[in-house]
């Protein structure tokens, strides 16, 4: 099964930037979808972003600001988080499935701690 770990985590003030990335091991696939996802505390998990070989997502809210990566050969996901807000503290977590994306996400990372704040 494909593991996933994160990084990149960490506190930083509102406006500031950070970077995440996600490195996918064991694979067994030619190629994968992989994303993000984040869960703020007492908030349901929301999609962030995504990115297999023909296309790339990534969610309204974070538009302008986020950028997403993503090194096909190395199967490793970056997520470039500029202009910061509150609000976008939380849990962030890769996820992974095989070939294209389709919403099915069998495989997770543990997740990375993002705090935005003052």
């Known amino acids: 099964q494909v593991q996933l770990a994160e990084s990149g985590g960490g506190s930083v003030q509102p406006g500031g930037s950070l970077t995440l990335s996600c490195t996918a091991s064991?694979?067994?696939?030619?190629?994968?979808?992989m994303g993000w996802f984040r869960q703020a505390p007492g908030k349901e998990r929301e999609g962030i972003a995504a990115v297999d070989e023909d296309s790339t997502f990534i969610t309204d809210s974070v538009k302008g600001r986020f950028t997403v990566s993503k090194d096909n050969e190395k199967n490793i996901l970056t997520l470039q988080m500029n202009s910061l807000k509150r609000e976008d503290s939380g849990m962030y977590y890769c996820?992974?499935?095989?070939?294209?994306?389709?919403?099915?996400?069998?495989?997770w990372g543990q997740g990375t701690e993002v705090t935005v704040s003052s």
């Open positions: 064991r694979t067994t696939y030619r190629s994968y979808c």
């Open positions: 996820a992974a499935e095989a070939g294209w994306c389709r919403g099915n996400w069998p495989n």
